[in-house]
């Protein structure tokens, strides 16, 4: 058995003569197992609201999606891409042309996303799950369709029975414009709106219009180029597998990205948000564990004489200053135990009975409390960052009171 350690547990756990000593401790282990609490629950919200989104997209965005690297648009015609359509892992890929234009409805108008997608659009991601009102319908055989997203409706004042059509204008491509007709620069589009949707994030729901591809081709000056591929593969395909061995395919011309890769940005910035909480919870566990300077000095205060019976019977002072550096630690280790305990307990409420909500009206939020899901890396992590803060902030009061010790 490491000596040191059994010294130094006999005296964490061991009755002082001095109570004041016992209250320290017990501060010192409190305010780390406070601060650690801390750490676990607000971690494990950030991954719950980080899987609440990414469940979102997830009913949105594409399982897989083609990009060029350079330009805008490219020709799927090209013999690599069509390469894909014989892949037996791949089971839909879906042609869309998707950029800016300028939507009018009565005397309202926004700048909206025109996003053109094939008939077999429907069989890539769940629409039926997020329309609100109508279908997802893009042409019934006279008229062009449209569907939209919830606020891009609210702002246009719009809705799904209205007879009026919805207007689009984009500037036409590699155009000179005229002075005298500068309207003859702008290529323009009518839809009616046979369907609403929310995603319920507003990149979607307050820019995005749906309409058929040969119609945004039209918009937008294409012949028969696309701005993207999106793609769905076939049940049980390994996803990473399939997605470099497309990217092999296709070379460096273009991009292969995952549901993750597509919003990278986004969830880039939760993830830096959620570090920088840690850094800063960090922080205030690191002013907890100084409590241990004081705890730590008044027992070796107490046991000077046990520390002059060791020396006696041989002990030098690094053995001294390891009993005590290792009491130091053992305090924190105490209070990371206790505080990840009380924090997995306090997650698990959560989950269960949803003790804590968001405030707002019914409705308003996706999710009607706060989201709560533990990582066991992260558990890992919080005890490793403790338990090495409580022994870095142990080493000095431990050599220099030691050192003391005569």
Request: hydrophobic letters at 50%; glycine letters at 8%.
């Amino acid at each position: 058995m490491n000596f040191p350690l059994y010294i130094a547990k006999r005296y964490l756990f061991s009755k002082k003569s001095h109570n004041a000593i016992n209250i320290i401790s017990l501060i010192s282990a409190s305010g780390v197992a406070v601060g650690t609490v801390a750490l676990v629950c607000v971690l494990s919200v950030f991954n719950g609201f980080q899987g609440v989104i990414e469940g979102l997209f997830g009913k949105f965005d594409a399982q897989l999606q083609v990009t060029v690297n350079e330009g805008k648009s490219f020709n799927p015609q090209i013999s690599s891409v069509q390469s894909l359509y014989k892949m037996p892992e791949i089971k839909v890929i879906c042609e869309v042309v998707q950029d800016n234009a300028l939507l009018i409805f009565s005397d309202k108008q926004t700048p909206a996303v025109i996003k053109g997608v094939e008939e077999n659009y429907t069989q890539l991601n769940a629409m039926d799950e997020i329309l609100l009102d109508g279908e997802f319908k893009l042409y019934d055989g006279v008229f062009d369709m449209g569907v939209a997203g919830v606020g891009l409706a609210q702002t246009l004042g719009c809705g799904v029975r209205f007879v009026e059509p919805l207007q689009l204008f984009a500037p036409k491509r590699n155009t000179t414009v005229s002075l005298a007709r500068p309207d003859n620069a702008f290529t323009s589009e009518f839809v009616f709106l046979s369907g609403i949707f929310m995603v319920q994030q507003a990149k979607y729901d307050a820019n995005l219009l749906f309409v058929r591809l040969p119609l945004a081709r039209k918009l937008f000056g294409y012949d028969n180029e696309v701005t993207s591929l999106e793609l769905r593969l076939t049940d049980g395909a390994n996803e990473l597998q399939v997605q470099k061995k497309i990217q092999t395919v296709l070379g460096d011309t273009f991009s292969v990205k995952n549901k993750y890769e597509q919003q990278a940005d986004f969830f880039r910035m939760m993830e830096v948000e959620k570090w920088i909480t840690y850094l800063i919870l960090s922080f205030i566990v690191l002013i907890a564990i100084f409590n241990v300077v004081g705890s730590l000095s008044m027992l070796i205060i107490e046991k000077k004489n046990d520390t002059k019976v060791l020396m006696n019977l041989g002990a030098n002072r690094k053995l001294i200053f390891k009993i005590f550096l290792f009491e130091g630690w053992l305090i924190s280790i105490l209070g990371v135990v206790v505080g990840i305990l009380l924090g997995l307990v306090v997650c698990w409420i959560q989950i269960q009975f949803g003790i804590l909500s968001l405030n707002g009206t019914d409705g308003a939020f996706v999710v009607e409390a706060y989201p709560v899901l533990v990582k066991w890396t992260d558990i890992v992590l919080i005890f490793g960052t403790v338990s090495l803060l409580g022994f870095l902030a142990a080493i000095y009061p431990a050599h220099k009171l030691t050192r003391e010790v005569k």
